[in-house]
C-alpha cells in the first residue's frame, strides 16, 4: 500500500547504527505514505529514538538512507519536525504557549529578523488545530503534560512540517490527554501529514495507528496493528517473558528491562 | 531645589565617579539582560565558576603591564567553552567538572597574586572590584562589550530562547545549537569579566543574578524580564554609587545590598497580590 506512492514521505533504506562494536540499528526498511500514522514500538533500549535521530538528520547512519520526499534530510529541514521526551524540554522557560509555537517559525523567518503577519497567522491556525488557541496566553509550566505535547505539535504545524516524529507522547499523560492528542493526530493524519509515535502503549497503538512498526535493532514485523500485534510477534519482540505489555509502564520496564 | 542638584551632582564633580557610574549602570543594564537567560538555565554556578577561575589570566595581564582585560577575558571564554564542552562530552557532572577547574583555577590565581610583587591589584580590589579606578580605556572597554552582547541577544533573541528551550528540536530544523550554545557561554564569560571588575569577585553572582530573578517574578517572558531586570539593575548600580559616595563605603556591596532589597520587595508583593486574589476567589466561591 504504502509503497504504490511514487515519492513517499518518508523512505528509511537499509539503515545500520553503530557504536564502536555495538550494533544499534541493523539494515532497518520502511516506507511511510502520506496521511498515515505509524507506530513505532519495541523494547527498552530497542533503537526506537536513535532510528528517530537517523530520519531528523541529528545522526547520520553509518550505512544506509534516508529520504524525505525523495531528499536527503538537509535540503528539506523544515519538512520534518521532531517532538523530543518531554524531559528534554526545559519546560521552566518564561515562555508563553504562543510563543512556543513561534519557534516553529524561528527558520522561515530568518536571523536577524521579526514575525511578520503570516507568520503570525500561521501560528494561530496551529494553535487553533490542536486545541490550544484559548490556552494561547497561559505560561508553559503551567500546563498538563498532555497540553505541553499538543503545543509541540502545533509548533511542528507552523514549521509546515509534513512529517512528525513523536517520542513517547503519552508517556506521564493522563487519558483524556492522550484522547486529545491522538484526535489531533488523527485530523492532521486525515489532513495528508506523515506521522510517526514511538510508544510503549500497544492499547493505544492498536487502536489508531495505520501501521506498526517493531523494531528491537532490526524490523520484526511492519504492518497494519492488527496484523503486526500478536501474542506471537510480541514474545518474539519482548523475549519469551514479555507477556503482553500493559498500560503500567514500570511494569512494563520490569518485565522487559532486562532483554536490551 | 539647590540642595537637591546639589546632592545629585555632588559625587560628579569627581571624573572618577562619573567614570564609576557609567559603568556601574552598563554593568547594571547589561546583566540582567544576559541573567534572564542565565537564571532560567540554572548557569548562575557556572558564572561563578568563571568569575573565580579567570583570576590567573588577570594576574598575569597585570604582571605584563596589559590591561586586566586582555587577560582575563580570554581566560574566561576558555574557561566557559572549556566547562561546557567537558559537560557535554565528557559526561563529567556540571557541578563536578566546573567545581574542579574553578577551584584549582581559583587557587592557581591566589598564588599568582601573593607570589607576584609591583602589581598594581590588591586581594581586596579583586574581592571587591574596582569600579572607583575605572581608567577612560576600562570605560570604552566595558561600553563595546556590553553593547555587542545586547546587540547578540536582541539580534539572535529567537534562535537563542530555541535552543535553550529545546536544543533537539532546534538542531532538526538545521539551527546551529551547539554554535549558540558556546554562544551563550562565551557572552556569560565576557559579562562575568566586566562585572567583576566593577564588583569583584563575590559580588558577580548578585549582579548577575538577583535583578534578573526580580524581573522574572514579576514578568513571565524573556524580552520584559530582560527590560525590566535592566532597569532593577540600573537602579542598583546608580543607588550604590550614591550611598557609597555619601557614607563613604565600597559601591559594590551597597549595589548588590540594593538589588537584594529589590527582590525583597518583589516577592512581598507578590506574594502579597496572590495572596490577596486567593482570599478574594476564596470569598466569592
Given at each position: 500500500m504504502a509503497h504504490s506512492h511514487p515519492v513517499a514521505p518518508l523512505d528509511v533504506a537499509e539503515v545500520s547504527v553503530e557504536r564502536g562494536s555495538l550494533q544499534i540499528l541493523d539494515n532497518v526498511c520502511f516506507t511511510a505514505a502520506p496521511g498515515c500514522i505509524t507506530g513505532v514500538v519495541g523494547p527498552n533500549g530497542a533503537g526506537k529514538s536513535t532510528l528517530f535521530n537517523v530520519i531528523t538528520g541529528l545522526l547520520p547512519p553509518t550505512s544506509g538512507r534516508v529520504l524525505i520526499h525523495g531528499e536527503e534530510i538537509d535540503r528539506v529541514r523544515g519538512k520534518v519536525a521532531y517532538v523530543v521526551q518531554h524531559e528534554q524540554v526545559n519546560w521552566r522557560l518564561p515562555m508563553r504557549v504562543w510563543d512556543v509555537a513561534m519557534l516553529g517559525r524561528v527558520k522561515s523567518i530568518g536571523w536577524l529578523r521579526r514575525p511578520k503577519r503570516e507568520d503570525r497567522e500561521a501560528v494561530e491556525d496551529s494553535l487553533e488545530k490542536v486545541g490550544m488557541w484559548d490556552r494561547r496566553r497561559s505560561l508553559i509550566n503551567e500546563l498538563s503534560g498532555g497540553q505541553r505535547q499538543r503545543v509541540s505539535v502545533a509548533r511542528a504545524l507552523a514549521q509546515e512540517a509534513t512529517v512528525l516524529l513523536l517520542d513517547e507522547p503519552f508517556r506521564g499523560v493522563d487519558v483524556a490527554s492522550q484522547a486529545a492528542l491522538v484526535s489531533v493526530l488523527m485530523r492532521l493524519r486525515d489532513e495528508g501529514s506523515t506521522i510517526m509515535v514511538s510508544s510503549h502503549n500497544l492499547n493505544l497503538v492498536s487502536n489508531y495507528c495505520d501501521e506498526c512498526l517493531c523494531i528491537n535493532c532490526r524490523v520484526y514485523a511492519y504492518g497494519p496493528p492488527q496484523e503486526v500485534l500478536t501474542q506471537e510477534s510480541l514474545t518474539v519482540l519482548y523475549g519469551p517473558s514479555g507477556a503482553i505489555p500493559t498500560q503500567d509502564h514500570d511494569m512494563l520496564d520490569r518485565r522487559i528491562g532486562h532483554h536490551h | 531645589m539647590d540642595i537637591i542638584t546639589e546632592t545629585l551632582a555632588?559625587?560628579?564633580?569627581?571624573a572618577f565617579m562619573l567614570r564609576a557610574l557609567i559603568v556601574s549602570v552598563l554593568v547594571g543594564i547589561m546583566c540582567p539582560v544576559l541573567g534572564v537567560f542565565v537564571v532560567t538555565r540554572g548557569l548562575g554556578f557556572m558564572g561563578d565558576a568563571i568569575s573565580h577561575s579567570m583570576l590567573p589570566g588577570m594576574v598575569a595581564a597585570y604582571l605584563l603591564g596589559a590591561s586586566p582585560f586582555s587577560g582575563a577575558i580570554p581566560m574566561a571564554i576558555v574557561v566557559a567553552l572549556g566547562s561546557g564542552y567537558l559537560i557535554k562530552r565528557a559526561g563529567i557532572g556540571e557541578d563536578t567538572s566546573v567545581g574542579i577547574v574553578f577551584a584549582g583555577l581559583f587557587a592557581l590565581g591566589l598564588v599568582m597574586l601573593t607570589a607576584s610583587r609591583g602589581i598594581p591589584v590588591s586581594l581586596e580590589d579583586i574581592l571587591l572590584g574596582q569600579v572607583l579606578g575605572a581608567s577612560n580605556s576600562d570605560l570604552y572597554v566595558t561600553a563595546g562589550l556590553a553593547l555587542a552582547v545586547m546587540a547578540i541577544i536582541f539580534g539572535l533573541g529567537k534562535e537563542l530562547v530555541y535552543a535553550s528551550f529545546d536544543p533537539t528540536g532546534c538542531s532538526v530544523i538545521g539551527l546551529p545549537t551547539e554554535k549558540l550554545e558556546y554562544l551563550l557561554l562565551g557572552m556569560l564569560a565576557v559579562v562575568v569579566v566586566l562585572t567583576l571588575y566593577a564588583v569583584g569577585i563575590v559580588l558577580v553572582i548578585s549582579m548577575l543574578i538577583t535583578p534578573a530573578a526580580t524581573a522574572l517574578l514579576l514578568v513571565r517572558n524573556f524580552g520584559g524580564a530582560a527590560v525590566v531586570g535592566a532597569v532593577i539593575g540600573m537602579a542598583s548600580a546608580i543607588a550604590g554609587i550614591y550611598i557609597s559616595y555619601y557614607y563613604n563605603m565600597p559601591p559594590s556591596p551597597i549595589m548588590a545590598l540594593v538589588a537584594s532589597f529589590i527582590f525583597i520587595l518583589a516577592l512581598g508583593w507578590k506574594q502579597g497580590v496572590a495572596g490577596i486574589i486567593q482570599h478574594r476567589r476564596a470569598r466569592h466561591v
Open positions: - | 555632588g559625587p560628579f564633580q569627581y
